[in-house]
């Protein structure tokens, strides 16, 4: 999924989540007799979705939450090894929380990537998150007993717990969890999601929307940070109304785990703005699906028609309206077949964008018929694009197709009530190139005026 415009913001998430995971109570779920530990669910799917570097990567980010966590003092004794500030030796408690957790990502990016060779690869897939698992917990417990011999710790203790019905359950969970983000990341709906994002990527994001979206995050940051401020400022009025005396290293406390709620709040409206962006994007990409012809790009008859009659509104409407169909094109398809039709119709469409693009609105009405319309262009500008167009489709080279040509109508624009007023006129003059030959366009039969 590299290659994937879904790479970025899906790396970002699970890292998102891999924070909310570590600073709430969603990271380990007690539901007796069971103990759900979901800690490593973000960097099993990162190196599943991505690869190692990725699983190395969110293993990073997992140890340093584990490391930030146990440098905090309201936990428990034994996890204080986990902290260079704490544990007086600040190499090997980097290596313990830091180093170990980002092996385990890295082998859980290979364990994956041996698994995409299985022919059962669902299976394989849950197995290898299960073994991945497994494996983080033994390097836990093996560099806790090589780094901290001190300790008491012994491997066969922490082996025995590694076995239990509990841990193995747990890990059941965690296996099928990362086997429902596989089959919902191959699902046709997530490869389509992939290819409309795709294709946004080119839409610049309105600066509006962007405007609106950072506005609202940065409002509901500064919202939870004095929501937190208050909470933290009543309860230490609360317990000193209470005669309780907290000591400024309680206090410093206190706002440590603060610390660590306003981080798991950041992540969250990460995920949220990221999710948003997304469906910015995928909208911009829709909206934009419903003005353009599928096949070509070019604005569909809707929205060219809607260009036509916005322009012809006002009382000095001018320019011209083009109107272009493809010579024999029944014949071509007949003879060539439709995929070669279709390729025809492309390369008519790229021609009258590459001549029209920047200075018209060019469309396709359906079938072999386009249009043009050119707002602002001189007679003789029309008059030589024209010649152009026809030019450069009869010189046209597509493999197993021959003799392709157009016919042009060209309707002056001044006093037109509008679209359909303009393409009767195109229409008619359309009939008259046919008429004398096809492959040659022709203006519609009235005087041109005196500013043309």
Known sequence: MRNSPLYVPMLAILTAVELVLAFSAFGYIIVPPVSLTFMTLPVLVGAMLFGPAEGLFLGCVFG????????????AHADQIFSPLISGSPVSSLLLSVGTRMLFGFLAGCLFLAVRKMRWKKTGIVLAACLADFLHSMLVLHAMQFLFPDVGFTLESGFSRQLSLSRQMSRLVV?????AVYLAAGSRAARGLGDELGRAERIAAHPHALLGLGSLISLMFLLAIGLLHHFYGRTEILLRQNGVVISPETLSRFWQLGTQFLVALVALFLIVGTVLMLLEKYLLEMA??????????????????????SALSGSRSSGFLLLLDVDNFKRLNDTYGHPAGDRVLVAVAGILQDR???????????GDEFAVYAGGMSAADMRAGAEFVCRSLTELTLEGVEGVSCSIGIAFCAGKQGFSDAYSSADQALYRAKGLGKN??????RPFPVEV
Do not use: P
């Open 440 to 445: 040659r366009y022709a203006f519609e039969e």
């Open 356 to 366: 029209f693009g920047r200075c018209g609105i060019v469309g396709r009405l359906g």
């Open 64 to 75: 340093l939450t584990s490391l930030w966590k146990a440098s905090v003092t309201a936990t």
């Open 175 to 179: 296996g099928l969890l990362v086997l």
């Open 288 to 309: 934009q699906q419903a003005k353009r012809d599928m096949m070509t790009g070019l604005y569909n008859k809707m929205t060219l028609t809607r260009h036509v009659d």
